[in-house]
């Protein structure tokens, strides 16, 4: 049978689909119960959750389903340049962002204090949690964290943006890498190279993985329909990670306007840009987004003080109804998306690879 891959069998999953996490509370409890209930995958992104959030999160999920799910985690950055951003060049990017808080008539804010959540809590949460499966993005966690993963016997997986980022995470002893093509919606999660120079359309990262390494990959960016994924599992992957699709369902906690936009009956266009957050990342396409070019990156302050700096200028984009500066996160989809419900969407992808799968092209 098609659905019986490497990573079915590691994961204990009837499908190889993985509904993808969302940073930025996006992921609901719901939606990951009802892709694992299905036979799927759910994960939930974490990152902007406290160590005590964290374990409320988890006990909800065990909740909904006593099927495998994901909790996963934002690895920090090594050398982020947070750490020496300075105050002269937060005056810059006042002067360059001026213009479009004079237009909305947003007052211009002091430069913000950057507070994160601290990894090595939420990290502690996480283990106490226990869940299947935990996965990381933007990099690995110490050995020491792996080690203590895998005692509980919780399955670990990480995404990688090129074979280099994949070879790393093989050799680090993770058990699946998720191969994490240009087409993926949300922020590049690359930590080798700079996010601009490690973007691989996902088919042709996926052949390179698949060819150099031993462990299973998982396809994410740009599958949006049951033809995509006959496609990256014809190639070797084990399964597809998906985001967008599911993040346009009912489960999900995108705002109702996100889904719709998601949900439009012309096929969506993306930009990856780092306007909105300071760190590379694909959403819908604005002018706003459109206005600023990969030469500006050296204006944009660095992750998450871009973002915190827009916030007001966000908040009166929406209550002015000017959609130009918020941040529609949306991967670059093969098709047009339209399951609004989880099931359909699942159901949709299963019967389409069922019936590839009977034709003579698998
Ligand atoms: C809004 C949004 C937030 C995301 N946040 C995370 C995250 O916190 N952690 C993570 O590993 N992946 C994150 N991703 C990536 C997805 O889990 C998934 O790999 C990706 O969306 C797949 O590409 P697709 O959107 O083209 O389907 C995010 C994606 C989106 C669209």
Known sequence: MWNRTRATELLKIKYPIIQGPFGGKFSSSQLVAKVSNLGGMGSFGLHAYTPEEIVEVDKEIKRLTSMPYVLNLWVPLKDDPIDTYKNESFDELKKVFAPYFEQMQVSLPEKPHPETQNFEQQMEAVLTSGPPVASFIFGLPSREIILELKKRQIIVMATATTLEEA????????????????????????????????????????????????????????????????????????????????????????????????????????????????????????????????????????????????????????????????????????SILKHKSTESLFHSLIEDVSKIHKTKSW
């Not at 009912?250 to 993306?270: D, F, G, R």
Request: glycine letters at 8%; a neutral charge; proline letters at 4%.
């Open 167 to 334: 070879m790393m995470i093989e050799e680090a002893g993770i058990d699946i890498v998720i191969a994490s093509g240009s087409e993926a919606g949300g922020h590049r999660a690359s930590f080798m190279k700079s996010a601009e120079e490690s973007l691989t359309p996902t088919r042709l990262l996926i052949h390179q993985v698949v060819d150099n390494l031993n462990i299973p990959v998982i396809a994410a960016g740009g599958i949006s329909n049951g033809s995509d994924l006959a496609d990256i599992l014809k190639s070797g992957a084990a399964g597809a990670q998906i985001g967008t699709a599911f993040l346009a369902t009912n489960e999900s906690n995108a705002s109702e306007i996100h889904k719709s936009k998601l949900l439009s009956s012309s096929p969506v266009k993306t930009d990856l840009t780092r306007v909105f957050t300071g760190r590379l990342a694909r959403a819908i396409s604005s002018n706003f987004s459109r206005s600023f070019k990969d030469s500006d990156k050296e204006y944009i302050a660095p992750y998450p003080i871009q973002s915190r700096f827009l916030s007001s200028l966000r908040k009166a984009s929406i209550e002015q109804n000017n959609s130009d500066f918020v941040a529609y996160w949306s991967g670059q989809p093969s």
